[in-house]
């Protein structure tokens, strides 16, 4: 929200006008923070320096992030096909080749091994 003054000649005082600016849900700004959050992760993930590292610190690196995602989603009680729509959204919006169908697929991939408590590498 935001404050303007104008001058009232008439009664000699200011006056105020507020203004409110329509923004999203807070929800959705969560849920488009989050999917946000996960384009840079599957990015990270799958940009060459990380292919160079070995699979062990590179997956655990993703898992860990992943099992933090899980826990923010449960508790915002976000569905994934709202964070999938997001991600293809931001993908459109910054035209990232890294970041696609493929990423959303692999997230979803990983978020549902997760959930199963099956930590295990996901290519």
Sequence with gaps: MSQDFSVDYENDRFTEHSIVY???NPMEVVTSSIAKYICWMEHEYRK???????TTPRDE???MRI???YQLVQ???IPLTKISEWMDK????INEPLIGKESVKHFLRSFNLHEKGQLQPVS
């Design 22 to 24: 329509m923004t999203m």
């Design 48 to 54: 060459k320096s990380t292919l160079n590292m070995k």
């Design 61 to 63: 690196w993703y898992f």
């Design 67 to 69: 099992s933090w995602l």
């Design 75 to 77: 508790v915002f009680e």
């Design 90 to 93: 931001y993908a459109e919006i």
